[in-house]
Structures are given as structure tokens and as C-alpha cells.
């Protein structure tokens, strides 16, 4: 398989929920993105969803959350791993790495050795934007516009977001290129009518080599770099001897062929970006429409998960 990576450039403010209009969040995990690149298969008529699907059940495509850079410096979510610092019983800094949500990529090693420093990681990843509440107006069948409250997420110069990204052919990637220059147009997350989520980007090489960093473990485990669940015949064996977290994933439909008004997606549970495994697992693509009433189509929450081996 064939790894690139997709930094974002945010040309407008962003709009991603988490659960109230007025709030917003300044990341994306991998569901929302492939939910999207759905939605721009079926405007673009370029490839169907169930290819995009069938891709990822077959290990032809991976997506990672997408994870925040600033300047050059790229992390990844902070690993769910009991970690020993020699200022352990510093409640102070105990804070600290509570507040810890991301860490250099290539602080790995220091961070498995306890020796990151938490108040400058915090400190410089705050440089990345800041978050707004904005005033926006309704007509809604009256003469006057009714304001209502969006929250956003705005990020400075030199900051935004990246993904990594698994092909395995170069006609897969045409494809993918395709849709993700549509969604950059389009723009990902809420409000994007208002002019939210707008995008460019740029695409890097990325060896797969990578996807291994070496850190004197005992055992060797694999940092889940998105969202993922794993399959009925694996979750025994994936829970084994692992740390993660379990995450509530839920949402709206947003399909006029699925229903003539908007359906709730089934609640679905994930393990966090983060969580770190024994072993891996294949995990895959889980159907989330809902199951008391007809619908016309599947709804598809992707939960692949793209794994950073560290031994």
C-alpha cells in the first residue's frame, strides 16, 4: 500500500460539531471524512459509495483522523497508554498531561520515556486558532431574520489539519484526488452554506516505514491513528491486554434518498484516535441507518483503523 499525506490549508473558519450549534471542535475524525467523500461521490457521479466501501472492506483504502500541524511540527493523538514521568507525583503536571490531547510526531520516543514537556506542548499547540461563537440570521417564513448563535473554529497562518492516507493502486488515489478537491470546494463540517470548511490542500509522500517508530518497548502495540471498531470475531482479541476508550458516535442523515426528512443516525460506539492494542485488527465499515423504518439506502460509519506500530 502506497501512504500519502494531505495537509490542509483552512481558507474559511470551520464548523464541527460536538452536539450544540454553538460549540465547535477543531478536529475531524475519519467517519465524518469518508461520510463526506461519499456525499461528494454520489454530486460527482465519479465512483459510488459502495466502491468506496468495498475499497476499504478489501484494505484498498485507509484514512486517518484528521490531526493537527503547526508550522512543521505534525502530531498525533496522545497515546492511551499508562506512562511513567519522573514528576509523576507533581499534581501540577499531572494536569497538564490530563490537558495533553496531542503530541508530536516525532516526540514519540520522549513521550513513552516520560520526558515530554506538557506546558510547552499545550502551550504551542494553542498557536494552532482560536474558537468564535458567531451571529448568524434566519428568514424561516417570517418577515424578520431570527439571529442564532454557530460555534467555529478558526485557524491561524501556518496551522490547520492533515490525514494520512493508504492506496493500494494508483487509479484508487485519481479517484480519491478527484472527490477531495470537490469537498475543498464544498467544504467539510457544518454551515458550509454560510461558507464554512473551505479547504485547499497539498499531498506529500509518505513511507510506509513510518507507520513504525521504535521506542525500547517490552511488547510491541499498535496506536490506532483514527477511529476504528473492530468486528464481532475480533473484539475479544482486541481488547486483550489494550488500552483505549470508548467514544458515542451518533448524527443526522443528510441524504434525500434516504428519507424526505432528516433521519438520526443509529448511536454507534467507537474506540477513540489514540487507543493503543496488542495486536491489530481488520475492523471495518458498520451500518448505522436506522432500524424503525424504511429507508433507501445504507448509512456507513467508517471505523478502519490505521495503525502506528511501536515496538
Known amino acids: 500500500m502506497d501512504y500519502y499525506i ?34 461528494e461521490a454520489v454530486d460527482s457521479g465519479i465512483v459510488t459509495p459502495e466502491k468506496l466501501v468495498n475499497y476499504v472492506e478489501n484494505n484498498k483504502l ?33 494536569k497538564q498531561f490530563k490537558k495533553l490531547k496531542y503530541i508530536p510526531f ?36 417570517k418577515d424578520e431574520a431570527e439571529p442564532y448563535f454557530v460555534g467555529t473554529y478558526k485557524f491561524f497562518e501556518n496551522s490547520g489539519l492533515y490525514i494520512i492516507v493508504g492506496f493500494g493502486s494508483k487509479e484508487i488515489k ?20 454560510s461558507g464554512f470548511g473551505r479547504f485547499t490542500f497539498r499531498i506529500f509522500s509518505f513511507k510506509e516505514e513510518m507507520l513504525s517508530v521504535s521506542v525500547g518497548a517490552e511488547n510491541p502495540f499498535y496506536i490506532s491513528l483514527s477511529i476504528s471498531m473492530a468486528k464481532d470475531y475480533e473484539i475479544k482479541e482486541a481488547v486483550y491486554n489494550s ?19 432528516y433521519r438520526k443516525k443509529r448511536d454507534f460506539f467507537v474506540f477513540q484516535s489514540g487507543s493503543c492494542f496488542s495486536k491489530p485488527f481488520e475492523g471495518g465499515i458498520f451500518d448505522v441507518s436506522g432500524n424503525s ?8 460509519r467508517y471505523c478502519k483503523p490505521l495503525f502506528l506500530e511501536v515496538k
Open 293 to 300: 423504518y424504511n429507508s433507501g439506502h445504507k448509512v456507513y
Open 106 to 141: 516525532k516526540k514519540i520516543d520522549e513521550y513513552f520515556k516520560g520526558n515530554i514537556n506538557p506546558f510547552s506542548e499545550n502551550k504551542y499547540i494553542k498557536n494552532m486558532g482560536k474558537s468564535e461563537v458567531r451571529t448568524l440570521s434566519a428568514l424561516r417564513n
Open 62 to 94: 485507509l484514512i486517518s483522523d484528521a490531526m493537527p500541524y503547526v508550522n512543521n511540527k505534525m502530531y498525533i493523538p496522545k497515546p492511551i497508554f499508562p506512562v511513567k514521568s519522573e514528576e509523576e507525583g507533581d499534581s501540577v503536571i499531572k
Open 6 to 39: 494531505y495537509k490542509l490549508t483552512f481558507l474559511t473558519a470551520v464548523h464541527f460539531g460536538e452536539g450544540s450549534l454553538s460549540d465547535s471542535t477543531n478536529m475531524i475524525m475519519a467517519d465524518t471524512l469518508f461520510s463526506a467523500l461519499c456525499c
Open 174 to 193: 485519481e479517484e480519491f484526488d478527484i472527490l477531495f478537491k470537490n469537498l475543498s470546494f464544498a467544504g467539510i463540517g457544518g454551515k458550509r452554506s
Open 243 to 261: 488500552y483505549y476508550k470508548l467514544i458515542k458516535r451518533s448524527g443526522f442523515i443528510y441524504s434525500d434518498t434516504y428519507s424526505n426528512e
